[in-house]
């Protein structure tokens, strides 16, 4: 039997979707695949396509190539387009052309930006955001301009405005509608997304018609606005929705629907039955569905329509049943999702509304009737619930407990509401892009698959937009779990335990070397993962002098050197000034160093003085002078204790009530040096008004009437967390007592890398039980951490100071083992009178001129 | 003829780290991979940090490879070849290496 012929017009997204279906199948023998793509590519990631301005080049974003295409027997003609079909004959003609023969032929001619009949809208750089070609003119054109403006406020134009803002544009987005993103988002969700998207320093302007573009005085072009204001600008950017390419099928007597778009059935086929539309160009209930989920969805009812129809002769077994638009995105950094019903046109719908302007949260809930399914949603500012809300809506399921709840920030003890995976149905969908349900996951592990990269492999779960890899995992970690195959937690490839397993296997078996631990735990040579955190264990146990040879191979980047390396491969230096207090003497003293060795000079964020830009070799003999003058190592480059953060407390101010700073020094005397999962700071703070701001930090502490109040586990940082209150009216010893015990609890059961706010909130037990552990040794264990600290406090030494005194640790401060040269690639600027790393444009600059010289 | 340059003798190098040397005008990383005689040479250019930092990072093992992990972003190099495991495109050169009478010794060509 001859082959069948298919002709797939466009290979976009969906249309190569399509073919890869059929050319994977167990059909792929009986077919002959033809495909034509009017771009001078294969298809390529359209959804991706902002990364191009991050880097990402024509390849990475492909999804396919010439090569993989002839292995699976795939002809395709690049740069040729589709002019003509005869449905009689079942023939098409290209435009340079070419006859071809069908069977059947599918439409995946895909959809064309809309630009609206502005006078003056053809310019030089009057632009659209499509393919890989529009962004090289973006780019092009974004190379000389200042200003740049997209017109639509839409998805689309919110990702365009993104790009021009990263090339470095003044950027506007001018939008038709009285808010963004109209189509998605409700009137709360626009005005808090388009502050938000203010506050990054792209201007907005709503309800503006553009009347005209015509030459500016101050840029390239002038918009006239139908309102009579406007706005200059050095080019344009149309990102005013798209319109279905229905070309051929309107020159060739398909079907259309009144406002385009090629009319198809629940089998993808148009008017004429050989002839199929797919992706963007179908138009399906009156709707054109313009996000890949449901063209892949299309793409697969006609690959199961074909086969049977041409080739098995059964029954289909797939329709076209519509898709959900629900999106989940992050424009210009902020979160942004729309679920179902978002504007909650459903009769009888009510709505649940939460806003926080301090937050920039805006969350509303569109529920039935009846309160009990949910029907929509807007995200704005916070989307981690959308996996949750999403699954409930798309299953039908009934809402748990109170809706309101489920927009609610999570209060005080209170459990954050969430919807266990296990109470999803084996249906429900966990991927859109690629329609895999969670069936399709428990199935993958079931068949082996154990971490995400097999699932993604097996499933392509998360390989499309990754919207849903949170759920994916969970998915997968809860069938491993019921499985009864132990999720893994492994630090790395070297060793199948966590970090707190090891601290206890470290504690407990009193082991002090790496050896000893990989020989009788891991496997392997170990990694820049396990190296570091097994150094942190054994120096929060044994507080050994961090450069001893068996210890030196563990440290990471900074500790290694004792420095902070900077992005030149030059190092910081950081003496400890303990609470912020700081003699003149010992100003002068650094003042001194850093103009005789030029380093960069700046008031650190922690109270205290960092000197930048040293070299390997000059390090020791800085360190000398420093130590002199009585000053020690501030550990700024460990992850150990940092600094404690003192106000002057009663000493001098008029509202003091206790001496925040010789308690603050007394604190940082106590702890320095000493190494834990992560870096740790602290703050004593005189008074309740709080000047040292105690409470962002590990550990704060603050001075009332009747003694001291300890806060623990705040973080500035990433992820401020205010520190909770754990302890009130303290005397300095409970002080000192508490805080010991905290930290040693943290050192014995924290994860890597883990401050100390995401370990409470990791903690089961939350705050109470580290009060039970703590204050009311649970456990029976606070004499033995009290013992534990005692051992840090009395051993500790300035690394520094036993460096310097060490000729054999000393031979390593040098650029080369084998010469006196320095680095030659290092290059400095002066500004603001001080010393800088030359950017790469002055680098080349600098070159230029000495190799003129 | 090869002409291999002295860095040091193989006892200043602490098992498991690495030393920078000058070998030829180049910039090379000299590594010792564990506490016996296996040393490794590769440039001390990291070509994604742009600086001359690799004999400082962290040597180790992923699968049967030995590597270096960058100190600054911390990509991995295949010590024995200079490959680099995240992107094959950021490969950078390696170095002959040998040890006589004690004392390691680089190739400034391969
Ligand atoms: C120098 C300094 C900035 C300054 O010029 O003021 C600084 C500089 C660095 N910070 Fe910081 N941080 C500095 C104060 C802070 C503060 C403010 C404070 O301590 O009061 C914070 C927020 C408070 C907090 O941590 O809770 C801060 C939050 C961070 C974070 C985010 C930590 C988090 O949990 O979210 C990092 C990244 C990390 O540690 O993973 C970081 C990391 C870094 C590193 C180590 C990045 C790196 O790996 O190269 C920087 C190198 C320092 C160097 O080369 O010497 N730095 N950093 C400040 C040194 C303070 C000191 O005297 O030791
Ligand atoms: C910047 C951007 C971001 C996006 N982000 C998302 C997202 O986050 N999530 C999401 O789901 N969707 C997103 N989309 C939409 C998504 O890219 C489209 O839904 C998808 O590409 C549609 O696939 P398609 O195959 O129907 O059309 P296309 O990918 O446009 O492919 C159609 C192809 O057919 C070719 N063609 C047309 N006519 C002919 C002819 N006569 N002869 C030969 N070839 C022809 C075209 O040149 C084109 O190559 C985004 C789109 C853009 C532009
Ligand atoms: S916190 Fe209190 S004591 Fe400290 S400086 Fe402020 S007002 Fe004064
Ligand atoms: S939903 Fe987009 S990758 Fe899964």
Redesign the interface.
């Known amino acids: 039997m001859s082959k069948k012929r298919i002709i797939v017009v466009g290979n976009g997204m969906v249309g190569h979707n399509f073919i890869n279906t059929l050319a994977t199948s167990d059909y792929a023998s009986q077919l002959e695949l033809i495909t034509f793509s009017e771009e001078p590519r294969l298809a390529y990631d359209r959804v991706q396509l902002s990364k191009y301005f991050s880097g990402a080049t024509a390849e990475d974003l492909a999804l396919t190539t010439t090569a993989e295409y002839d292995d699976l027997g795939v002809n395709y003609i690049m740069s040729d387009k589709v002019v003509g079909i005869d449905a009689d004959n079942k023939t098409i003609t290209t435009a340079n052309g070419r006859v071809e023969g069908y069977d059947k032929l599918v439409l995946a001619t895909g959809s064309y930006p809309f630009v609206p009949p502005i006078p003056g809208k053809d310019q030089d750089h009057c632009l659209v955001y499509r393919t890989i070609e529009d962004l090289e003119a973006i780019n092009a054109s974004a190379a000389v301009s200042k200003t740049g403006v997209v017109v639509g406020g839409g998805l689309l134009g919110l990702e365009a405005a993104n790009a021009l803002k990263a090339a470095g544009l003044d950027t506007h987005v001018v939008e038709f509608a009285p808010r963004l993103m109209a189509v998605q988002l409700d009137e709360g969700g626009g005005k808090l997304l388009r502050h938000k998207i203010e506050s990054l320093g792209v201007s907005v302007h709503t309800e503006k018609n553009t009347k005209e573009i015509v030459a500016g005085e101050e840029c390239r072009y002038r918009m006239n606005f139908a309102d009579g204001s406007y706005l200059e600008t050095d080019m344009i950017l149309f990102s005013a929705g798209i319109r279905p390419q229905d070309e051929l099928a309107r020159q060739f007597g398909l079907d259309l629907g009144e406002r385009g778009g090629i009319v198809i059935n629940d089998f993808c086929q148009t008017s004429d039955e050989n002839i199929y539309a797919i992706g963007e160009c179908a138009l399906w209930d009156n709707k054109i569905f313009g996000l890949v989920a449901p063209g892949y969805q299309m793409a697969k009812v006609t690959a199961d329509h074909i086969v049977n129809t041409l080739l098995t002769l059964e029954e289909p077994k797939m329709a076209f049943q519509g898709a959900d638009m629900s999106t989940k995105l992050k424009l210009l950094g902020v979160d942004v999702a729309s679920i179902g019903d978002a504007h909650g046109h459903t009769a009888g719908a009510q709505s649940f509304v939460f806003s926080d302007d301090l937050e920039e949260v805006y969350k509303r809930l569109i529920v039935s009737a009846d309160g009990k399914k949910l029907i929509g949603a807007v995200l704005v500012g916070d989307t981690e619930s959308y996996g949750t809300l999403l699954q409930l809506m798309l299953n039908d399921m009934d809402i748990p407990g109170n809706p309101a709840a489920l927009i609610l920030p999570a209060m005080g003890d209170a459990e954050p509401v969430g919807l266990g995976v296990s109470a999803l149905p084996e249906t429900a969908q966990i991927c859109s892009c690629f329609d895999v349900t969670k069936g399709d996951i428990s199935g993958a592990v079931q068949g082996g698959c154990c971490t995400m990269g097999d699932i993604k492999d097996a499933t392509k779960a998360s390989t499309g937009c990754g919207g849903c890899a949170a759920l994916v995992k969970q998915v997968m970690e809860a069938e491993l779990e019921a499985m009864g195959v132990e999720v893994d937690h492994s630090l790395c490839?070297?060793f199948a335990y966590t970090r707190t397993e090891l601290a206890d296997i470290v504690r407990v078996k009193g082991y002090t070397t790496f050896e000893e631990i990989m020989e009788s735990h891991g496997k392997?040579?170990?990694?820049?993962i396990?190296?570091?955190t097994i150094g942190s264990i054994l120096a929060s146990y044994q507080n050994e002098y961090v450069l001893k040879?068996h210890l030196?191979?563990?440290q990471?980047?900074n500790d290694?050197?004792l420095g902070n390396?900077q992005?030149?491969?030059t190092y910081s230096i950081v003496p400890r000034v303990p609470g912020g207090e700081i003699t003149p003497d010992k100003l002068i003293a650094i003042g001194e160093v850093a103009k005789e060795y030029d380093l960069y000079t700046k008031i650190t964020g922690g109270q205290r003085i960092d000197l930048f830009g040293a070299q390997l070799h000059e390090l020791p003999a800085i360190w000398k002078k420093l130590i002199d003058a009585g000053l020690e190592t501030g550990q700024a480059y460990g992850k150990s204790v940092r600094t404690v953060k003192s106000c002057v407390g009663s000493t001098w101010c008029r509202y003091g009530v206790l001496d925040s700073v010789s308690m603050a020094v007394a604190i940082e005397e106590r702890y320095k040096g000493m190494r834990s999962p992560h870096k740790l700071k602290f703050a004593v703070s005189g008074c309740t008004r709080e000047c040292a701001e105690a409470q962002s930090k590990d550990i704060g502490v603050i001075a009332t009437e009747t003694g001291w109040n300890l806060y623990v586990c705040g973080n500035g940082g990433m992820r401020p967390r205010h520190a909770d209150l754990f302890a009130t009216d303290l005397d300095d010893e409970t002080l000192i007592k508490y805080i010991d015990r905290v930290l040693m609890f943290y050192v014995r059961t924290a994860d890597r890398l883990q401050r100390t706010s995401v370990w409470l909130e990791n903690l089961e037990g939350g705050l109470d039980y580290l009060k039970d552990v703590v204050i009311n040794d649970k456990l029976g264990i606070c004499s033995e951490l009290e013992d534990e600290m005692t051992k840090i406090v009395s051993t500790f030494q300035c690394e520094w100071k036993t460096t310097i005194e060490n000729p054999e640790k000393l031979?390593?401060f040098k650029?080369?083992?084998?010469?006196d040269?320095e680095?030659n690639?290092l290059l400095y600027v002066r500004e603001r009178g001080q010393r800088r790393p030359a950017t790469e444009d002055e680098r080349i600059a600098l070159t230029d001129v000495t190799v003129a010289e | 003829m090869t002409n291999w340059t002295s860095v040091c003798p193989l006892t200043d190098l602490t098992p498991d780290t690495g030393v920078c040397a000058l070998v030829g005008g180049k910039q090379v990383a000299v590594f010792r991979y564990g506490a016996g005689e296996t040393v490794y040479a590769i440039s001390n250019y990291d070509p994604f940090g742009k600086a001359n930092v690799l004999s400082r990072g962290i040597v180790g093992s992923i699968g049967e490879r030995p590597v270096v992990a960058s100190p600054l972003y911390k990509q991995h190099f295949d010590l024995s070849s200079g490959e680099c495991l995240e992107d094959a495109d950021k490969a950078i050169e390696s170095f002959a290496v040998r040890i006589e009478n004690g004392v390691v010794e680089v190739a400034a060509s391969a």
Not at chain 1, 815 to 819: L, S
């Open positions: 490839e070297h392997g040579h170990g990694c820049e396990c190296k570091p040879d030196m191979p563990l990471d980047t290694i050197f390396m992005k030149d491969g031979k390593r650029h080369f083992v084998n010469a040269q680095d690639n």
